[in-house]
Structures are given as structure tokens and as C-alpha cells.
Nanobody
Framework: QVQLVVSGGGLVQAGGSLRLSCAASGSISRFNDMGWYRRAPGKQRELVARILRGGSTDYGDSVKGRFTISRDDAKNTVYLQMNSLKPEDTAVYYC?????????WGQGTQVTVSS
């Protein structure tokens, strides 16, 4: 099966930065899109960012201008650069990928932003 391995989460102070990585077990070129979702305590899972096969991107309203999604096909990896982090960004972040008929999820990584 396809595996998505996430790394880069941790604890940072407000205003700081983190970069999350999502490494796939195979080529990511076969996916229609890949993205990042997050779930904060007591809240529903929400879209953070996604990148489509052609390279266009979508962002959740709360992260626009602060987060950037990118990919490196040679490394089979998608990244989420998170800048100007806020305490409300605290959540478990998940990597997601859509194939033609299948959907895949990474294990999730905790991001905690202290004030």
C-alpha cells in the first residue's frame, strides 16, 4: 500500500516557523492532488492546503499568506512551510493524497504553538 510518512512537527513559540514533510513510498506524480489537513481539540478537521497535479494550490482562509505548500517530485515529498505561527494553529496535522480511485492518509504530527 501507499504510505505517507510525516515529519517536522513540534513545539514552537508564536511567530515562529515549522516545515512539515510528507514523504510517499512511491512516486507522487500518480496523485491527482496532495494536501494537508489539521484537527484541533474539539474541532472538525479542516483543510490547510492542497496542491493539484498541475501545480495550482488552495489554502484555508486562516492560513493564507502564512503557509506555503510545495512538492518535490524527485523526492516523492510534499512540504508545508508554516510561518508566523499562531496559538490557534495548534493541531494535529495530517498529510493526504488522492489517486484516481483511492485516498491515503499519513499518521499525523502534532504542532503546538505557545503564546
Amino acid at each position: 500500500q501507499v504510505q505517507l510518512v510525516v515529519s517536522g512537527g513540534g513545539l514552537v513559540q508564536a511567530g515562529g516557523s515549522l516545515r512539515l514533510s510528507c514523504a510517499a513510498s512511491g512516486s507522487i506524480s500518480r496523485f491527482n492532488d496532495m494536501g494537508w489537513y489539521r484537527r484541533a481539540p474539539g474541532k472538525q478537521r479542516e483543510l490547510v492546503a492542497r496542491i493539484l497535479r498541475g501545480g495550482s494550490t488552495d489554502y484555508g482562509d486562516s492560513v493564507k499568506g502564512r503557509f506555503t505548500i510545495s512538492r518535490d517530485d524527485a523526492k516523492n515529498t510534499v512540504y508545508l512551510q508554516m510561518n508566523s505561527l499562531k496559538p490557534e494553529d495548534t493541531a494535529v496535522y495530517y498529510c493526504n493524497a488522492h489517486g484516481i480511485i483511492n485516498e491515503y492518509w499519513g499518521q499525523g504530527t502534532q504542532v503546538t504553538v505557545s503564546s
